[in-house]
Nanobody, 122 residues
Framework: VQLQASGGGLVQPGGSLRLSCAAA??????????IAWFRQAPGKGREYVSC????????YYADSAKGRFTLAKDNAKNTVYLQINSLKPEDTAVYYC??????????????WGQGTLVTVSS
């Protein structure tokens, strides 16, 4: 396992969370990779959320993520963060980070984290 996702939890609608994707293996430099986030809601397929590129840190968002999701990279900590604001019940899902060569909604991504559960409920 090269990536470790964390930061999920139970949050009320309208709340915020910051998910982290860190390198689980020493020497695995996230800045050298495109880092994407996907999510999988209960009973549904995996959905692309966002991606940050390796070269210029350009960010890309699925339509469902625009306006409430923000992706950022901290190279000093070798970590990528996904900030989610104004959370809605439909954001409930397991969130996965993945690493690949380029940002793409369909991949391929070579490495995946184990997922972190976000539950939005009152």
């Amino acid at each position: 396992v090269q990536l470790q996702a964390s930061g999920g939890g139970l949050v009320q609608p309208g709340g915020s969370l910051r998910l982290s994707c860190a390198a689980a293996t020493s020497g695995f430099i996230l800045d050298y990779k495109a880092i994407a986030w996907f999510r999988q809601a209960p009973g549904k397929g995996r959905e692309y959320v966002s991606c940050i590129s390796s070269m210029d840190s350009s960010t890309y968002y699925a339509d469902s993520a625009k306006g409430r999701f923000t992706l950022a990279k901290d190279n000093a900590k070798n970590t990528v963060y996904l900030q989610i604001n104004s959370l809605k019940p439909e954001d409930t899902a397991v969130y996965y980070c993945a690493a690949g060569e380029v940002c793409s909604a369909v991949g391929p991504y070579d490495y995946w984290g184990q997922g972190t559960l976000v539950t939005v409920s009152s």
